[in-house]
């Protein structure tokens, strides 16, 4: 079965500190990966996506995740956190077959603190 | 654009009892997806409908069926509530469904205690 593992249960940093948050993901065949984010009292919102194409993918507000296939990765990166980035961030996969429809498998998340 | 719309967005009812949950879909979407948000397992799929038709189905009970109408407005209902439940339920669109490239919204959620 599919699983999707975040390895960051709480990250805390400081305003201008880098961020990577880890994602990997367990299933051989062609995926679709996802980033999500829930800001404290905002309902999940997409933060970026990869289908097929260029492993280095941008989202909204400086995000970029790199899907790194050997390694069933997709990590996510910024390279200087706001206090506005605080929230929760989730990873998901879905299984690229005319059937899977868009159906998605989460990570448990990873809930970020940034401190001003 | 009016986004994923969930009612009611909380509810309290006792084991045993059942539930309706709605969600409407944003405008043109054809696809909803159902999610449920628990601390301890976090977000797992329920079920996914496109055309009136449920295409896909997670790892739950038969307590747990789902519908959607002719204009993509979707229910979804759970028979004989347990403890186990109480959770947040997600309603989620897209424009479409095919290879699961078509990005999911996400409403707000229905928060469901079960006492």
């Known amino acids: 079965a599919q699983s999707v593992s975040q390895h960051n249960h709480h990250v805390i940093l400081s305003e201008a500190a880098s961020l990577e948050l880890g994602c990997n993901y367990s299933?051989?065949?062609?995926?679709?990966l996802f980033w999500y984010v829930q800001y404290p009292g905002q309902h999940l919102q997409l933060l970026l996506k990869?289908?097929?194409?260029?492993?280095l993918v941008k989202g909204i507000k400086g995000f970029e995740a790199e899907f790194i296939k050997s390694k069933f990765s997709f990590n996510l990166r910024k390279p200087s956190v706001q206090w506005s980035d605080t929230a929760e961030y989730f990873c998901a996969v879905n299984a690229g077959t005319n059937q899977a429809g868009t159906a998605l498998i989460f990570g448990k998340g990873t809930t970020l603190s940034v401190s001003s | 654009k009016a986004g994923v719309t969930q009612t009611p967005r909380y509810l309290i009812k006792t084991r045993g009892q059942q539930v309706t949950l709605s969600c409407s879909p944003i405008s043109g979407h054809r696809s909803v997806s159902w999610y449920q948000q628990t601390p301890g397992q976090g977000l797992q799929f329920l079920f996914e409908y496109f055309s009136e038709t449920q295409r896909n189905k997670g790892n739950f009970p038969g307590r747990f069926s789902g519908r959607q109408f002719s204009n993509s407005r979707s229910e979804m209902n759970v028979s004989t509530l347990e403890l186990g439940d109480s959770a947040l339920y997600l309603c989620a669109s897209s424009l479409d469904w095919g290879q699961g490239n078509s990005p999911l919204h996400f409403g707000n959620g229905t928060r469901l205690t079960v006492t």
């Open positions: 299933y051989g065949g062609t995926v679709n």
């Open positions: 990869y289908f097929s194409g260029d492993p």
